[in-house]
């Protein structure tokens, strides 16, 4: 899979406001906060991502589908109805 970040850069310690009542209960579950924080991250930069490189690639996508809608795929010819 491709990696949208450097696994193996260091970690930068960093302040936060969390909710104390959810805090408290990801305490007492011994949730790992820096963890489950970059996995979210993650989540959301991927997102993010991905909905840029729809909107900068969205002139080229339009005219591949039309392309693809007025002259068919190459594989047409090859595919059993």
Partial sequence: MHHIYNHSAP???T???VNSDLLTKARV???NLSATLESA???QVRLS???EWLK???KAIISLNELVEN???FSDS???L
Avoid: C, D, F
């Fill in 29 to 31: 579950l011994k949730i």
């Fill in 71 to 73: 002259n068919g795929l």
């Fill in 78 to 80: 090859y595919r059993e």
């Fill in 49 to 51: 991502a991905r909905e």
């Fill in 11 to 13: 970690k930068k310690p």
């Fill in 15 to 17: 302040n936060l406001s």
């Fill in 56 to 58: 900068e690639n969205k």
């Fill in 41 to 43: 991250l993650e989540v």
